[in-house]
């Protein structure tokens, strides 16, 4: 309900629910009135205020004759037909043919999609074909190169990197030792030091035994131990054991092999890692670790490809072969 209120209320205010202070009674009997005028209508003061009109929209400036004179230019981007048969035609139309063949299985549909399938088979398998005669032409894309296929030849790869993991591990224990962060309640802590005891004896590991509780362990294996004076929060110690690789030295390099509980191999493995990303193991070495030659693409030479080269198929192999050959030769002298 709605009220309209007038800015003089003293001289044209309408009684109000009938009731009126006399000072509109001439008014308000006026036969003039609209609202007399208007009675059959009853209270017609219920009815909803109208609602106004919205603002015209006035249509957009009509353009001069010069204006309309220019053309207007649509770039339209034909699509490339794709060749029938080809990969890129069975990538976006073998599955519909499928798709036929299964939902309406005539002879023809079924037909068509097996046709079209074995298509697809062949030119897989003459691509499979020339693959193998392009490796085996082209010995820095044979994996035999890398390591031997034959198991005779890979067991013997296998020989020559556990000899190499020998000789490194033993020249990284002459340069770097263990710090060994445990619990005397440590159950892991306990089973940890034995495995210890055995690098130790096996490649010569210095191991320092530090005690967070500075307690020793249970069955005494390390009687010499040293009691945590901050190194472990330093070093991140959340749990036990905890292993880090130490090199004695001026800058006393600290670097985690790990936390919780490290088989002798898994320790020996990052150990060798670590070692040889810190410089204390040189890259022969390091590589004769190794069960497969390191001969990859650098990330050098990916970088210097551009789209150029990989247009022109013979300039990127041939980018690509001498980075390669160039770490062949540096691997055999």
């Known amino acids: 309900m709605s009220f309209s209120l007038s800015a003089d209320p003293v001289e044209t205010a309408p009684a109000f629910f009938g009731v009126s202070d006399g000072r509109d009674a001439v008014v308000a009997h006026d036969p003039r009135s609209a609202f007399y005028q208007d009675k059959e209508r009853g209270w017609f003061w219920y009815e909803p205020e109208p609602i106004e009109d919205p603002e015209p929209e006035w249509p957009e400036a009509i353009p001069t004759p010069e204006a309309a004179k220019k053309p207007v230019e649509i770039l339209q981007t034909q699509p490339q037909p794709v060749k029938p048969l080809s990969s890129e035609w069975f990538r976006v139309n073998l599955a519909k043919y499928r798709d036929t063949a299964i939902d309406e299985p005539t002879a023809d549909n079924v037909s068509r999609y097996l046709y079209l399938q074995r298509v697809m088979l062949d030119k897989a398998e003459r691509f499979t074909e020339q693959s193998q005669?392009?490796?085996?032409?082209?010995?820095?894309?044979?994996?035999?190169?890398?390591?031997?296929?034959?198991?005779?030849?890979?067991?013997?790869?296998?020989?020559?990197?556990?000899?190499?993991?020998?000789?490194?591990?033993?020249?990284?224990?002459?340069?770097?030792?263990?710090?060994?962060?445990?619990?005397?309640?440590?159950?892991?802590?306990?089973?940890?030091?034995?495995?210890?005891?055995?690098?130790?004896?096996?490649?010569?590991?210095?191991?320092?035994?530090?005690?967070?509780?500075?307690?020793?362990?249970?069955?005494?294996?390390?009687?010499?131990?040293?009691?945590?004076?901050?190194?472990?929060?330093?070093?991140?110690?959340?749990?036990?054991?905890?292993?880090?690789?130490?090199?004695?030295?001026?800058?006393?390099?600290?670097?985690?092999?790990?936390?919780?509980?490290?088989?002798?191999?898994?320790?020996?493995?990052?150990?060798?890692?670590?070692?040889?990303?810190?410089g204390w193991i040189n890259g022969s070495d390091y590589n004769g670790t190794l069960k497969a030659k390191p001969i990859t693409v650098d990330s050098e030479t990916i970088q210097a490809i551009n789209d150029a080269d990989i247009q022109t198929p013979g300039v990127m192999a041939w980018k690509i072969k001498e980075n390669l050959r160039a770490q062949q030769r540096s691997q055999h002298p």
């Open 133 to 278: 005669r392009v490796v085996m032409a082209d010995a820095l894309l044979d994996e035999n190169s890398r390591r031997p296929i034959a198991t005779f030849g890979a067991n013997a790869m296998d020989e020559l990197a556990d000899k190499g993991v020998d000789k490194a591990v033993k020249q990284l224990a002459k340069a770097a030792g263990l710090w060994f962060f445990y619990s005397s309640t440590c159950s892991f802590c306990i089973k940890e030091a034995g495995v210890l005891k055995g690098l130790s004896h096996a490649y010569g590991f210095k191991v320092l035994p530090i005690a967070l509780d500075g307690l020793p362990l249970p069955d005494n294996s390390y009687p010499d131990f040293t009691i945590d004076r901050g190194q472990a929060k330093k070093m991140g110690v959340e749990t036990t054991p905890a292993l880090f690789l130490v090199k004695p030295g001026q800058k006393g390099d600290v670097i985690q092999i790990g936390q919780g509980l490290l088989s002798g191999d898994e320790i020996v493995k990052r150990s060798l890692v670590l070692g040889y990303q810190q």
